[in-house]
């Protein structure tokens, strides 16, 4: 069961960095400053994919793996705007990319503890 949520929330988490970062003017848009919006987005796609790892009993290297799709999703994201009509940044991407590697990690760490602990 904790499995399937886990993926489902990967999945959501992913589904909800596309909209907001690849729609024209997605819904709530403007309500944070761009830098908290951004971390926040990718922050929630971080935990996820900690989340994922754990729950699938993924050994600790594949948290590499994770942290390439966070790269890759982040650089996709930004890209891709350029084809909405809406500006890719540089700034947005370093603070994708903290956002999700760094929630990835600290998620990972507290995961992995709590285990270690149970």
Do not use: C, K
């Amino acid at each position: 069961m904790l499995l399937w949520a886990a993926r489902t929330a990967a999945l959501a988490a992913v589904g909800v960095a596309l909209y907001l970062t690849l729609s024209p003017d997605p819904t709530g848009a403007g309500l944070l400053p761009p830098w908290a919006g951004h971390l926040g987005i990718f922050a929630g796609v971080g935990v996820s994919f900690a989340l994922l790892r754990h729950a699938s009993g993924w050994a600790r290297p594949r948290l590499n793996l994770l942290a390439l799709a966070v790269v890759g999703l982040s650089v996709t994201t930004e890209v891709g705007q350029s084809f909405t009509g809406r500006d890719p940044g540089l700034i947005d991407l370093v603070f994708d990319l903290t956002g999700g590697l760094g929630s990835m990690f600290a998620a990972d760490a507290v995961l992995r503890r709590l285990r270690d602990e149970a």
